[in-house]
T-cell receptor
C-alpha cells in the first residue's frame, strides 16, 4: 500500500518556464515532507522540506506548497534550467519515523 | 547542506564473499542512519534503520543475518553483505538524519556487482 504517490511519471518543460511537480499522500499522520532530486547512479540530493505547520516554504528557485486538507503537496521550480533535468522524489514521515517515498517524476527541461 | 559520504562507490566481488560498505556523516553527528536499496527504474527501498549504539531495525523481508548493520559511532554506519550472491547486485544508498531538523541527507551510493 503506497502511502505517497506521484502520479506523473514524467514531465517535460521548456527552459525558463515553471516546473510543477505533484505529490499526494494518504496517511494523515505525516507531518514532515521533503523533496529530493536524483540523477542516475547517484544518491538523492535534498532540495527542500516543509513541516505540516506551514503551507509554503521557499528556497531560491524552489517552492513547496502543502495542502493538508487535500493531502497534497507540490514543488514549483522557477525558472527551470537544463540542469534541473532529473528524477524528483517526494517523501513524507511522521513523528521522526522513516521516510516514505513516492515513485518519482522524471523531469526533462528542453531548450 | 550536510554531507554524507559512502565508500566504496563501486565494488565487484565473487559469489560467496562478504562486502562492507561504509557510510559517514562528514559535518554533523547522526544518531540515526538509514540504508536503502534501489533497483533499476524503481524508487528507493528502505532496508533498515541504524541507531548509534543499538541494534538496527530491519524492514520486513530483509534478512538481518545477510545484511549486517553496525552503527558504532555518531558519524559512521556500515552495511556488510554477507555471502553475497548475484541477486544481491544492486545500488545501495545510505542516508543520515540531522538531529535537530529531521532533514535526511543521502550518500552518493555504492554499486555492488556480485559475479
Amino acid at each position: 500500500d503506497q502511502q505517497v504517490k506521484q502520479n506523473s511519471p514524467s514531465l517535460s518543460v521548456q527552459e525558463g518556464r515553471i516546473s510543477i511537480l505533484n505529490c499526494d499522500y494518504t496517511n494523515s499522520m505525516f507531518d514532515y515532507f521533503l523533496w529530493y532530486k536524483k540523477y542516475p547512479a547517484e544518491g538523492p540530493t535534498f532540495l527542500i522540506s516543509i513541516s505540516s505547520i506551514k503551507d509554503k516554504n521557499e528556497d531560491g528557485r524552489f517552492t513547496v506548497f502543502l495542502n493538508k486538507s487535500a493531502k497534497h503537496l507540490s514543488l514549483h521550480i522557477v525558472p527551470s534550467q537544463p540542469g534541473d533535468s532529473a528524477v524528483y522524489f517526494c517523501a513524507a514521515s511522521s513523528s521522526w519515523g522513516k521516510l516514505q517515498f513516492g515513485s518519482g517524476t522524471q523531469v526533462v527541461v528542453t531548450p | 547542506g550536510a554531507v554524507v559520504s559512502q565508500h566504496p562507490s563501486w565494488v565487484i566481488c565473487k559469489s560467496g564473499t562478504s562486502v562492507k560498505i561504509e557510510c559517514r556523516s562528514l559535518d554533523f553527528q547522526a544518531t540515526t542512519m538509514f540504508w536503502y536499496r534501489q533497483f533499476p527504474k524503481q524508487s528507493l527501498m528502505l532496508m533498515a534503520t541504524s541507531n548509534e549504539g543499538s541494534k538496527a531495525t530491519y524492514e520486513q523481508g530483509v534478512e538481518k543475518d545477510k545484511f549486517l548493520i553496525n552503527h558504532a559511532s555518531l558519524t559512521l554506519s556500515t552495511l556488510t553483505v554477507t555471502s553475497a550472491h548475484p541477486e544481491d547486485s544492486s545500488f545501495y544508498i545510505c542516508s543520515a538524519r540531522v538531529p535537530a531538523t529531521r532533514e535526511q541527507y543521502f550518500g552518493p551510493g555504492t554499486r555492488l556487482t556480485v559475479t
